[in-house]
């Protein structure tokens, strides 16, 4: 965007997507998070009226990634402070609004602290995010759709599906291979990757089709575009009688 269009256009909301750069398999790219929220947040952007979208964030907080191959990462830490700044950044442009699309598990917690310590700071400043789209696919989308684990899993069934639809000419369909780990219910256990998956994958990517890829994206912008509707309407409160 050029700043003639920008003077052009009025933006009172944003869209930031983060991602990483990290393993994802023999089949995926290092890109895959980056490429997935980067799709989801233009898709957005292009059916909301006043949505900027932002230039997507390539790195995140991948360090139980690094066992395996080239995968970078920023600390928790360094991460919390680049997104307070972007967040800032945009308050002070008069863009209070804003929607942070994210495509990496291990930036979840920065990205909590971060809106929740600015919102402290600035409450004029109004923030959601869609933390885990490979989960909310999963709840949007007929139970069925997915032959193993839910679709879960890192460069699994539902990621390698929505790859596909994003960008199909950068997966290799013959090397896909899954590992379907033996984890507790109910309680987390902070893991390391290479603990739990010899491949740099989990679940199983060789049931992925474009299809389910296709049902997944259109129903994660299809839920975003209306939330952001909803969210218009209600002055960005979470109670509109307030």
């Not at 995010?129 to 139970?143: F, H, Y």
Request: glycine content about 8%; overall charge negative.
């Amino acid at each position: 965007m050029t700043g003639y269009l920008l003077k052009e256009n009025y933006f009172d909301k944003a869209v930031l997507p983060v991602g990483s750069t990290e393993y994802h398999g023999e089949h995926l790219p290092f890109g895959t998070d980056t490429l997935v929220a980067d799709s989801l947040a233009q898709a957005v952007s292009q059916r909301v009226e006043g949505m900027l979208c932002l230039p997507v964030l390539p790195i995140g907080m991948s360090r139980h990634y690094a066992s395996f191959p080239i995968s970078l990462t920023l600390s928790t830490e360094t991460l919390i402070h680049v997104l307070k700044d972007v967040i800032d950044s945009l308050n002070q442009h008069g863009v209070r609004r804003l929607l942070i699309v994210n495509g990496h598990d291990g930036n979840i917690p920065a990205i909590e602290t971060a809106a929740r310590e600015y919102r402290f700071d600035h409450p004029e400043m109004k923030i959601a995010s869609l933390d885990s789209w490979w989960v909310t696919a999963t709840e949007l989308l007929p139970k069925g759709t997915f032959e193993v684990w839910d679709g879960l899993g890192h460069a699994g069934e539902g990621e390698t599906s929505i790859m596909l639809n994003v960008a199909p000419e950068l997966v290799n369909m013959s090397k896909a291979r899954g590992h379907v780990p033996s984890l507790p219910k109910h309680v987390g256990v902070k893991w390391l990757f290479k603990e739990i998956t010899p491949y740099g994958v989990t679940g199983d990517p060789t049931k992925a089709t474009s299809e389910k890829g296709i049902l997944m994206w259109n129903a994660l912008v299809d839920h975003l575009v209306s939330f952001i509707h909803d969210m218009d309407e209600a002055g960005w409160t979470v109670d509109k009688d307030t």
